[in-house]
């Protein structure tokens, strides 16, 4: 066979695949999740339904004969395609417009009576007909020269649009929906505008003598003021780290990594031990100093402290990238010229900074609006965006429309922040060393400001010894909350007590459960995140098609929304038909997918940008399709971007809190759920030791991660043709 | 035409955005041949291979490949083979992975991919390097790996990115032979990019002189340089003396220069080659002088002013040079000015 008939052959095989599918969707499966008993069709498919009645799944059905027909005029044609895109118009159309009690427009009643009875989520038959349809459109599309003819890559492309569309845009336009939603379920301006301007957002009160601010009033407070102060303690210590003959530059750097994989409220738990009425430091301050025990730590003071813990390490390690990018010829330019240290350094390399300084801030104000985890351990009466969302939704008052107005509003704050950060690091360019830096050494630390930097950094690192310190005690000693130190395993029994007898490993311990859960989707979600991510740079970096840019725009924005925003829009939009998952493991996966899914596209996108894109190239002139680039050439040499996603996609699913705290059930619960039940429970000691132990489990998995994706081989001498020489 | 053609171009546009990067070229090319692509900088070569390679796809227009429509076709659908300026050979695999890899990639047995393999590593004089990683050879047995690579799945057209420019002058000359040679022996279609003249006239069948996006004239090696269309063309392949003047019934003037030229009366202009001009020293029509003489070991080289134009002059080491300042007289062989047009 030539390769022009095998070609021929092969697509035409895997239109007969898109088809079949379809046809499976259509005639067999079952098209709801489940259907009002008294309906229940023989055959559940689309087909059997519309028989049966409901008639506005026949343009659906009638799809696959039109497709069929279509395909013999020629699946290149335009015909095709059209057929294609209107099939999968019509299965949204009336998904949508057919809900679950009952159709949006009463002239469908009257026209298909059975209409009024409504319809559940879609279901196997559905999803699989969507997915076909999709296919289909990808196919033709290619046919036609979309992706350089490649038609793995258009169905990359089609369908991670289609994913993006479906698990990151649609909620949030479902949410900014429910934000408009009246009591009496009517959409009109009237509620939002009142919840929008309800004066528990907006008040500014504590600055005028009275009580309590608005809920955006305290995130700003807070977020200001620990972007603040994590920019600066962040500076302190990456200029001591760069900028002074500090020895313990690569342990500081490695320890920075620690917030990652810290679980969410283990850091407000150890401050309450240390800090709170009955806490350690608590105490010796009453018995050395007479200070009189209060609880000013559950409120903005103890969340702040909390997050300076968990985001200087961010702006550290961006504000490191920084000061090492400065060139140090200039400052010794400077320096030949006459200016003294001092003056060099706010003269030359103060401003240098400044883009890297605004983008930390940025960068730690995103974080601090978007935590969830410190705010409700220590909040107290404090009440910020956050945890105001979670129990509008979670708490006695449900109140979906206000967690929507919130959440809209967090969004929006959050947004604007991302995109004066894309500006700063669009503008900071003129840091960025110039090549290899040239001999030059960089100088060092004026005087007085290392005598600042050192006064900053000593007292924040000895808070974080003395939390860590608590977090890997507590969980072995009877009551670290009343200091009392007898060891004991009792906690670990508690959590994760087991027996091996006769009839196999039985385990008791009340953690099991949420662990194995979070290990199963962790470990699903991990490889599907790298998978998408990587994918996704790869579609970015190498393919041509239309709407590249607004697609690498849309993945980008989807990392800027907050994790509560994310579990609200979820709420709002898929507790409901035509997709509804809610209560099912698939969505935790999906959550942590399309949340932490930039995250391996931008690994990616550093690895493909020092990658020679002619071997790819030549394996396509070769013969290999898109898949089988992507498999045999492209994963193989960006092992280091895989594990980079792999290990941030696991460790994330293992340790988030802020948007699968509102998806969790009770038959799929999480591990940083049920820590806050111990939390709030107060059994503190518990929520310590399972910390402790999913943070031991979190390293083993990141080496087992590491030995299963193994390094490159690219031969001894460092630098081959193939790739370029990695930049420094 | 009798011969079977290979590739065909038909009014084919490739746009990036507004920029035209090939702009309505029609071209066919002949089973066998070697056609050199060749013009400056930016002028469209990689993109027209990338066209025949299905790296790209034309915006508008068709092209062919041993008969069929393949405009909308993925590369990995044609059947063809390419040398990458930067070879592009896989590092993570040795050399026998690397040249197996297509054949396997389109579903040969391993085993009989890796005898296919052997052979061809064999007769393109890379037996015994079939373990090594890409890292571990010089760069003349990588640029012959991405060759053999290339050519072991017998493509139809075997396509040349500037394959050279990574090797170093002196053997330069030697692989550009082997490749010529190998293209005769396995009596392969090839299309060869090049910005280099000297390069494309040495290897070529047919040359595709481009500008801008367009071809600018298509022929042997022979027919550019001593036809050349276009004053471009004239300029690109060689060095050129362009003269403008007038023609009238069948001679061309300008200033003293007066010299038997076919075509129309009008305005027009002519191409001199360096080396068709012949000086002697003394007064007479037409006249110039000479400013300087470079010894280039090769030849003479002259820079002549005269009342027309300043002329580049090239003469034989066998004759004497002439000093600067002497007043020389010009011959100039009634075949040697070619009228071009001016572009
Ligand atoms: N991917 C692209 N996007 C936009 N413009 C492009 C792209 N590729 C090529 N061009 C433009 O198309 C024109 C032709 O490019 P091409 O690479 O074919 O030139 P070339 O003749 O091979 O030049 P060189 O001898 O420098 O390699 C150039 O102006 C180039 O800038
Ligand atoms: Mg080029």
Known sequence: MTPEELRDSRAARERLSWLVLLALAVLVLPWHQSLPAESAPIIPSALGLAAEGRGWLWPVVLALPLLVWASFKGAGGRLFLGVALAAFAVLLVQGFTVGLRGPAFDWLTILFPVAGQGQTGLGWGGFASGIALLGLIAHALALRGFCRGDRFSASAVVFIVALLGLFVFYPILRLALAAFVGPDGEVALGPFLTRLFAPEIWRLDCLTGGRRCGVVINSLVLGLLAATICTALGLALALIVARTSFRFKQTLRALSILPIITPPFVVGVAIIVLFGRTGLITGWGAEIFDIRPTRWVYGLSGILMAQVLAFTPITFLVLLGTVEAINPTLEEASQTLGAGPVKTFFKVTWPLLRPGLAAAFLLAFIESLADFGNPIVLGGGYEVLSTRIFFAVVGARYDLGNAATLAMILLTLTLVAFWLQQRWLGRKSYVTVTGKSDAGLASTLPFGLKGVAWAAVIPFVAFTIGVYAVVLLGGFVHDIGRWDLTPTFAHLRTAFDFEVNASGLQLYGSAWNSMQTTLLVSAIAAPLTTLIGIMTAWLVARQDFAGRNAFEFGTMLSFAIPGTVVGVSYVAAFNVPPVDITGTAAILVICFVFRNMPVGMRAGLAAFAQIDRSMEEASQTMGAGGAATLRRVVLPLVKPAVFTALVYSFVTAMTAVSAVIFLVSARHNMATAYIMGRVEAGEYALAITYSTVLMIVMIICIVLIQLMVGARRLGRRREFQGQKAPAE | MTEEIAIEFANVTKRYGSAVAVDAITLSIAKGELVTFLGPSGCGKTTSLRLIAGLELPTSGVVQIAGRD??????????????????????????????????????????????????????????????RLPSELSGGQQQRVAVARAIVQQPDVLLFDEPLSNVDAKLRRKVRGEIRELQKRFGLTAV????????????????????????????????????????????????????SGQVTAGRFRAADLDVPLAGPDGAAQISLRPERIILSAGEGAPSGRVRSCTYLGSHWEYEIETGFAELLASRPMSEAPIAPGTAVTLTIPETAPIRVTDI
């Open chain 2, 192 to 243: 060869y990019v090049t910005h280099d003249q000297e390069e494309a006239l040495a290897v070529s069948d047919r040359i595709v002189v481009m500008q801008a996006g367009r071809i600018a004239q298509i022929g042997t090696p022979r027919d550019l340089y001593e036809r050349p269309a276009s004053s471009f063309v004239a300029d690109f392949i060689g060095d050129a003396n362009l003269i």
């Open chain 2, 70 to 131: 393949v405009s909308q076709r993925a590369a990995s659908e044609r059947n063809v083979g390419m040398v990458f300026q930067s070879y592009a050979l896989f590092p993570h695999m040795n050399v026998l992975e690397n040249v197996s890899y297509g054949p396997m990639i389109r579903g040969v047995a391993k085993a009989k991919a890796r005898a296919h393999a052997y052979e061809i590593l064999e007769q393109i004089g890379l037996k015994g390097l079939d373990m």
